[in-house]
């Protein structure tokens, strides 16, 4: 499977942003509003975003970092609701 990448909303890329080509057309929440989203909820920086298939369903993985701290945030695609890791 081939992964493209993507900056949320400066058309650069950059790895830390993953993208499935064929997920990406059928996301209601694009991987860079979920990984706002997450930034906005939980603060720190993002460092990794990837979306991934979990138990048939689209998933959006953010992981940030704040104060040395990691915290992994799983967003549906679909739905854009923060699920439980």
């Not at 081939?2 to 064929?22: C, Q, S, V, Y």
């Not at 909820?41 to 940030?64: D, F, P, S, W, Y």
């Amino acid at each position: 499977m081939t992964a493209t990448t993507a900056e949320a909303g400066a058309g650069k890329l950059k790895p830390e942003f993953r993208i499935d080509p064929m997920s990406y057309a059928a996301n209601a929440v694009s991987l860079q509003q979920a990984a706002a989203t997450a930034k906005q909820n939980h603060g720190g920086k993002v460092v990794k975003a990837e979306t991934q298939n979990r138990g048939g369903r689209l998933v959006h993985h953010i992981r940030l970092v704040n104060n040395g701290r990691v915290k992994t945030v799983l967003i549906d695609a679909e739905t854009g609701q923060e699920l439980s890791p």
